[in-house]
């Protein structure tokens, strides 16, 4: 994939990064964080059906896209099983009278009922289609599907906010699932010709059935992933107040700017990666690009360690300990994307029994970590257990890839994180950022340039290139 195509993918997380830094506050000066909080339980809902009706085919029908000449039937071929799953789901809800707004808002809502079931649609649907547009490499298709989405949604909160239209949670939540219904529409349009070929397909059985085979161990280590990455929304549910979760997830949203870097890298990197392994391994060409991610990630960990004070400025005083939470729960998106560089080779070489090795011990770790946590220190709690969680899932992924696909210097990428990770638990916890704290972020950047500095020259060389074009 070249550059082009690689800022292709990059228009669409990037542009979403710049709207949520708008949405954002707008969000937390107009709705109360109890109503926030209730929004993140329905992205907890919405993020957990995904994993588990899609039952790991999506990853599969990526893997095995480049070996597979019938594209249309492999997609019919991945996505049927999980659509067979989520209209039986839904069956079984409709007849059993269950409320799906008690167990995640406390309000009992035929409305918001119908909406969590649209989201789900919404989310299952534009999964498949999007992987379409990834494998395709049609990147600025697949970004402009994606900032769709998200202006629909800033433009709506604007408009509510312009015409004095009262705050409430079926308004936010409402606003949210049109622009999931956004994105679907976009993603179907744009994926129409794959989509209807694939309904005149047949199902490949054999095929599946080494799909299903590959995908087995990635359903359980998506479930577990998904418990790792909301446990501490649960918890904070069950021990503390919705308020309390509305200013944790709100720093989620910040920190989850982050994750525009880990979205351009998946969406380019497996796909490469499978093909250099369909075509004969460049191995010279993944140690750099491992060392790259390595850089980047400590880059953007130290700078929010420098920067993280600005968001008093743009919040209402009920956020005030955000900057110091947002430090360990950066450690979420920051370092599960370098585990998407370090652990590839679990894929590659169908190992992903190691995945869900890993996963699940770092589940059990935050399970522990919250309940003991969180009782004492509140949000910052939950902010230590999942980084710690985190640092536990990198380094078994990183080790396993390491040990079963090749070697790569993992020494200077172990200590870097492992310091970032020290400073920003303690920061957490003491809700301290002196001085002395911001020099210490700074050494920490200064130190990952010039560990990295071969990977700085790279980057630098490609931009000035890129100028004198």
């Not at 839904?90 to 079931?117: M, R, Y």
């Not at 990977?455 to 004198?468: E, M, P, R």
Request: charged share 10%; hydrophobic share 55%.
């Amino acid at each position: 994939m070249n550059a082009k195509k690689v800022l292709s993918f990059a228009v669409g997380p990037v542009t979403t990064a710049a709207l949520a830094l708008i949405s954002i506050p707008l969000l937390t000066w107009y709705f109360s964080a109890g109503d926030i909080g209730r929004l993140t339980m329905l992205n907890v809902s919405v993020t957990f059906s995904l994993l588990f009706f899609s039952l790991g085919m999506d990853q599969a029908y990526v893997r095995e896209y480049h070996e597979t000449t019938n594209k249309p039937e492999l997609f019919k071929t991945a996505i049927s099983p999980g659509l067979f799953l989520i209209f039986a789901a839904l069956c079984t809800v409709t007849l059993s009278g269950w409320s799906i707004s008690i167990l995640l808002f406390d309000i009992e809502s035929l409305l918001l009922d119908f909406f969590v079931i649209f989201a789900m649609f919404a989310k299952f649907f534009s999964r498949f289609f999007s992987l379409i547009l990834r494998m395709q490499e049609r990147g600025l298709t697949y970004s402009l599907c994606e900032v769709a989405a998200k202006i629909f949604f800033l433009v709506t909160i604007l408009f509510f906010l312009l015409l004095g239209f009262q705050a409430k949670l079926e308004s936010l939540i409402a606003v949210h699932v049109l622009s999931l219904m956004v994105a679907f529409a976009f993603f179907a349009y744009n994926t129409q010709r794959d989509w209807i070929a694939a309904l005149a397909s047949s199902v490949d059985r054999k095929k599946q059935k080494v799909m299903i085979r590959y995908a087995v161990p990635l359903i359980g280590s998506g479930i577990s992933f998904w418990g790792l990455t909301t446990m501490d929304k649960v918890f904070l549910r069950s021990f503390s107040t919705y308020e309390e979760l509305g200013i944790y997830s709100v720093s989620i949203s910040f920190a989850g700017i982050a994750l525009v870097f880990q979205a351009v890298f998946s969406t380019v990197w497996a796909p490469t990666v499978y093909k250099w392994a369909a075509n004969g391994m460049e191995l010279a060409k993944v140690k750099t690009v491992i060392d790259f991610v390595a850089l980047v990630v400590t880059f953007v960990w130290a700078s929010t360690g420098l920067l993280s004070w600005v968001l008093v400025y743009l919040l209402p005083p009920a956020y005030g300990s955000l900057p110091s939470i947002l430090l360990a729960v950066i450690a979420y998106p920051l370092l599960y994307t370098l585990s998407e560089a370090t652990g590839l080779g679990i894929n590659i070489k169908r190992r992903t029994i190691y995945d869900l090795i890993a996963v699940i011990s770092a589940l059990i770790l935050n399970a522990v970590g919250n309940w003991l946590l969180i009782p004492i220190f509140g949000a910052s709690g939950a902010a230590v257990a999942s980084a710690v969680a985190f640092l536990l899932y990198f380094f078994i992924r990183t080790e396993a890839s390491s040990r079963i696909w090749m070697r790569f210097g993992t020494s200077k990428i172990y200590i870097l994180v492992f310091s970032l990770a020290a400073l920003s638990i303690y920061v957490n916890v003491s809700n301290t950022n002196n001085l002395i704290i911001k020099i210490l972020y700074m050494a920490l950047l200064i130190s990952s340039i010039l560990l990295f500095w071969k990977q700085v020259k790279i980057g630098i060389d490609a931009l000035v290139a890129f100028l004198q074009r």
